[in-house]
């Protein structure tokens, strides 16, 4: 599997090993290779399923922002595991990928078997709060278009207080998360934060408590906003639990791998099987 057309629109889609079903969605600027450090690990006993989300890797970006909103790419998620015989899937999701697989998780519960939240966040709840984040937004994908990639990485991204921790990462790991994210496209990020960015996402507090699935979340405790956000969505998902590591911010996959991996494959073994 490699390229494969749902609703109109085409995903970037790596699939390799045997057994159940376990789907990787990565963070704003990421894209499904992001996760090949964990893939080993998880490919001795399931099938693997890396996806681009749209506007991110090799994967279209639809002029349209609607087309990015979490709901459309939740419905396509369901959609590739349904017609691949994937369903139900474990779900692994960072940040952005967080975001829409508590989408998926809320909107298509039977094709979602459990979850591993990284730094979730189930959106904006305030109103006002919400309309700014959108504007914060707008101009970010302004400056994106108008100044490129490689700008918009040097000058946010690397500099954002959210991701410290992973300046402290050896130099050859940030070159390659570095290299991962040049290659986005400027109009691919800009349409996806317009869409699928926190101000134009719907916010899901209220519905936490409709998933089912046994989920893990998974916090950095050098990232104060986010494991706040963490914490609340695991107290309100009736079947969640906290997990906090200790030394990692907002990225924990990359600045304590060995940590989120023992936590995930551990998570693994008490899933019910398919």
Same mark, same amino acid.
């Given at each position: 599997?490699?390229?494969?057309?749902?609703?109109?629109?085409?995903?970037?889609?790596?699939?390799?090993?045997?057994?159940?079903?376990?789907?990787?969605?990565?963070?704003?600027?990421?894209?499904?290779?992001?996760?090949?450090?964990?893939?080993?690990?998880?490919?001795?006993?399931?099938?693997?399923?890396?996806?681009?989300?749209?506007?991110?890797?090799?994967?279209?970006?639809?002029?349209?922002?609607? +087309?990015? %909103?979490? *709901?459309?790419?939740? @419905?396509? /998620?369901? #959609?590739? =595991?349904?017609?691949?015989?994937?369903?139900?899937? !474990?779900?692994?999701?960072?940040?952005?990928?967080?975001?829409?697989?508590?989408?998926?998780?809320?909107?298509?519960?039977?094709?979602?078997?459990?979850?591993?939240?990284?730094?979730?966040?189930?959106?904006?709840?305030?109103?006002?709060?919400?309309?700014?984040?959108?504007?914060?937004?707008?101009?970010?994908?302004?400056?994106?278009?108008?100044?490129?990639?490689?700008?918009?990485?040097?000058?946010?991204?690397?500099?954002?207080?959210?991701?410290?921790?992973?300046?402290?990462?050896?130099?050859?790991?940030?070159?390659?998360?570095?290299?991962?994210?040049?290659?986005?496209?400027?109009?691919?990020?800009?349409?996806?934060? +317009?869409? %699928?960015? *926190?101000?134009?996402? @719907?916010? /899901?507090? #209220?519905? =936490?408590?409709?998933?089912?699935?046994?989920?893990? !979340?998974?916090?950095?405790?050098?990232?104060?906003?986010?494991?706040?956000?963490?914490?609340?969505?695991?107290?309100?998902?009736?079947?969640?639990?906290?997990?906090?590591?200790?030394?990692?911010?907002?990225?924990?996959?990359?600045?304590?791998?060995?940590?989120?991996?023992?936590?995930?494959?551990?998570?693994?073994?008490?899933?019910?099987?398919?």
């Amino acid at each position: 599997m490699t390229r494969l057309a749902v609703n109109g629109a085409r995903y970037e889609v790596r699939v390799g090993g045997r057994g159940p079903a376990i789907l990787l969605l990565h963070g704003f600027s990421g894209r499904g290779a992001d996760w090949s450090p964990l893939l080993p690990a998880l490919r001795g006993s399931s099938r693997t399923v890396a996806v681009d989300l749209l506007g991110h890797g090799r994967s279209d970006a639809p002029p349209d922002p609607a +087309r990015h %909103a979490l *709901q459309a790419q939740a @419905a396509d /998620l369901a #959609d590739i =595991l349904r017609s691949h015989d994937l369903a139900p899937a !474990v779900v692994i999701g960072y940040s952005f990928g967080a975001r829409v697989a508590l989408r998926l998780a809320i909107d298509r519960p039977a094709v979602v078997r459990a979850l591993v939240l990284e730094s979730p966040s189930a959106g904006i709840a305030s109103d006002a709060d919400r309309k700014r984040r959108r504007a914060e937004d707008e101009r970010l994908a302004d400056a994106i278009e108008r100044d490129g990639i490689e700008a918009f990485v040097d000058s946010w991204w690397e500099t954002s207080p959210v991701f410290a921790a992973e300046r402290d990462l050896p130099a050859p790991t940030r070159a390659r998360f570095r290299a991962m994210r040049l290659r986005n496209q400027p109009e691919g990020l800009a349409r996806s934060l +317009r869409g %699928a960015g *926190q101000g134009a996402m @719907a916010p /899901l507090h #209220d519905r =936490l408590a409709e998933i089912g699935a046994p989920a893990l !979340v998974i916090g950095g405790a050098l990232d104060a906003v986010g494991l706040e956000r963490a914490r609340e969505i695991a107290t309100r998902m009736p079947r969640a639990r906290l997990a906090i590591l200790d030394g990692a911010g907002h990225a924990a996959h990359r600045e304590a791998p060995a940590t989120f991996r023992r936590l995930v494959l551990d998570f693994l073994q008490e899933v019910p099987a398919a």
